[in-house]
């Protein structure tokens, strides 16, 4: 079975603060910590100097094991309680997974 890397670019809503910000990351690696199938996370804010984010000001990435791991992530309670309590805070997501 292949890895799978799951990449997510975030634009954050202009109000929100970067204690907020720092709180939605640290509940990330709380999840990545506890969420089983999950290998790695890791994340930070844009420091590309070319201009192509596209308004992306964060972005993150996790390894899960296997795809059947990131599905059941996707759809895991504690996932749904994250995106529920994060999506307010957020302008634009953009998601993209590849296999390695």
Same mark, same amino acid.
């Given at each position: 079975?292949?890895?799978?890397?799951?990449? &997510?670019?975030?634009?954050?809503?202009?109000e929100?603060?970067p204690?907020?910000?720092?709180?939605? %990351?640290?509940?990330?690696?709380?999840?990545?910590?506890?969420?089983?199938?999950?290998?790695?996370?890791?994340?930070?804010?844009?420091?590309?100097?070319?201009?192509?984010?596209?308004?992306?000001?964060?972005? %993150?990435?996790?390894? %899960?094991?296997?795809?059947?791991?990131?599905?059941?992530?996707?759809?895991?309670?504690?996932?749904? &309680? %994250?995106?529920?309590? &994060?999506?307010?805070?957020?302008?634009?997501?953009?998601?993209?997974?590849?296999?390695?």
């Amino acid at each position: 079975m292949a890895r799978v890397k799951h990449i &997510a670019l975030v634009q954050f809503k202009a109000e929100t603060t970067p204690e907020q910000i720092d709180q939605i %990351f640290g509940s990330l690696l709380d999840l990545s910590e506890t969420i089983p199938g999950i290998e790695d996370f890791i994340s930070g804010p844009n420091t590309s100097p070319e201009g192509l984010n596209a308004g992306h000001t964060h972005a %993150f990435v996790l390894t %899960f094991t296997d795809a059947s791991a990131r599905d059941a992530y996707l759809s895991h309670p504690d996932h749904q &309680a %994250f995106v529920k309590g &994060a999506l307010p805070l957020i302008e634009k997501v953009t998601v993209v997974d590849f296999e390695l």
